[in-house]
């Protein structure tokens, strides 16, 4: 074992499987930058505190930033041997400065700063989906000026239920990301906390000030129990929901568009550049992104899955499997920055096929329960209207015709009061605008909305 970093207490030396086993290295490679700047960090603490001189200081400073250059230009080499990115920017150190590289890791251990880069990656991590789901709040919001007035079908159970404003679609998008974007806010809060000077998981007796590599770090504040925070994975299973959120989104509005965009609705046209063709059928136009944004969801599901179970009945402090946290946080990651990164031309770029909307939108009686608020309006008990509307709606159907299609006699074999004072709610037109409720889809609701995003995006 002499080459390892921990090899004094060994007799014999280690199984080859194990080395391959064991590493870590194969995917945490990706945190260098963080560990070389936590390092840095680590080495200016310890230098004001006089556990090295300002020259080994610099020493040190100025060996990581030669060998973040060979990584950065593909010149550094790994080996399964030593495990992990850690232990290769260390022993690269030693190899550089031989003793002053061997004081880099006093007063800390690998499980202090593990934690440590990888609440500096979730940082950073968060703050690029964060900006990318901006962006996508952005081209839903950017649409609905060119679609204000355009009316759609709005759904419960695949029926229609209500006819709503285009941009009532958009904006109720916009909400649920909205929500994810202040879960993500929220997340990083818990994120933003430092573990170093936890070093293995009771503290060390040496005189560090972990309230200065956190402030060096740009940490808000620094973990009060070693024990917990050297082991702590909740913000690595928290950010990997969040993540999941915004993919259980995206796969619904997938699927929606999906759906929209097929012979049967007709709702939308997607646009070519985003669509792939059929290796057997010419005439096939398939909307692969959005079905694949769908199907990844699922492997983001399975990671917060294997996350929760990875940290399910974990004694305190720090076991080995927490370095399968890694591989599923920054897969879920990659996932969901991808899908947002191709969701935004998706929906900047879609149209609308309003001929083929409108040419079908008096069918599946959207304006019926504007009928019974009508009825409601006129001193109608709630129950009686429903049943009155029901009637009717009973009636156009057999006739296969509208609400507003049917005669006053019609109206008046159900309910001998109605006359046609009705018509005018009657139609989708009339039916949207009628709603008044705040949040609802009243063309002045969905308009002041519409200007509350504008704003809060900074949109002109
Ligand atoms: N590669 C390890 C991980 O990702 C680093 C911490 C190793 N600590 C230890 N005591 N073996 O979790």
């Known amino acids: ?74 010149r550094f080499e790994f080996k399964t041997e030593l495990e992990d990115i850690h232990m290769h920017i260390e022993r690269a150190l030693i190899e550089r400065l031989g003793d002053v590289g061997r004081k880099l890791h006093t007063g800390r251990s690998r499980n202090d700063q593990v934690s440590t880069d990888l609440r500096m990656w979730c940082r950073e991590a968060i703050d690029q989906i964060n900006e990318r789901v901006l962006h996508l709040q952005t081209a839903f919001v950017g649409r609905c000026d060119a679609d204000a007035d355009c009316i759609l079908p709005a759904y419960t159970h695949m029926r229609r239920a209500q006819p709503v404003l285009a941009p009532h679609y958009w904006l109720a998008y916009c909400e649920k990301f909205e929500r994810d974007r202040l879960r993500l806010i929220d997340c990083r809060t818990r994120v933003n ?53 915004i993919a259980e989104h995206l796969s619904g509005w997938a699927e929606e568009w999906i759906l929209w965009s097929t012979v049967e609705f007709d709702f939308l046209r997607l646009p070519e550049a985003f669509c792939t063709g059929s290796s057997i059928m010419p005439q096939k136009i398939n909307p692969d992104v959005l079905e694949l944004i769908r199907g990844k969801t699922g492997r983001v599901v399975g990671n917060l899955q294997a996350l929760l179970v990875l940290v399910k009945g974990l004694p305190l402090a720090y076991n080995r499997d927490l370095q399968e946290d890694k591989p599923r946080l920054f897969d ?124 809060k995006l900074g949109l002109g």
């Open 1 to 74: 074992m002499a080459g390892k970093a921990w090899g004094g207490v060994f007799r014999e030396g280690q199984d080859q499987r194990v080395e391959a086993f064991t590493e870590s290295v194969s995917f945490d490679r990706r945190l260098y930058s963080h560990d070389i700047e936590g390092s840095v960090a680590h080495a200016q603490m310890l230098a004001k505190v006089g556990l090295l001189t300002d020259e080994e200081c610099r020493q040190i400073e100025q060996g990581l930033t030669e060998i973040r250059h060979e990584i950065e230009q593909g």
């Open 193 to 245: 906390v430092s573990g170093l000077g936890a070093a293995a998981l009771a503290g060390t007796s040496l005189p560090i000030d972990p309230q200065d590599t956190a402030k060096r770090l740009q940490f808000d504040s620094v973990a009060a129990n070693s024990l917990d925070v050297s082991g702590d994975r909740d913000f690595v299973v928290e950010f990997a929901f969040v993540l999941t959120m």
């Open 332 to 455: 879920s990651f990659d996932t969901v920055r991808d899908c947002l990164d191709i969701a935004a031309p998706l929906v900047e770029g879609a149209k609308l096929n309003r001929e083929a909307i409108e040419s079908r939108l008096e069918h599946g009686y959207l304006d019926a329960t504007t009928l019974m608020e009508h009825l409601i309006m006129r001193g109608t008990p709630q129950r009686t209207a429903h049943q009155t509307v029901g009637a009717l709606v009973r009636k156009a159907k057999d006739r296969d015709v509208a609400l507003k299609e049917l005669t006053t006699k019609e109206l008046q074999e159900v309910d001998e009061n109605l006359d046609d004072g009705v018509l005018k709610v009657l139609g989708v037109k009339n039916a949207v605008d009628a709603f008044q409720s705040y949040g609802s889809t009243a063309p002045q609701q969905v308009k002041t909305q519409v200007d509350i995003w504008k704003s």
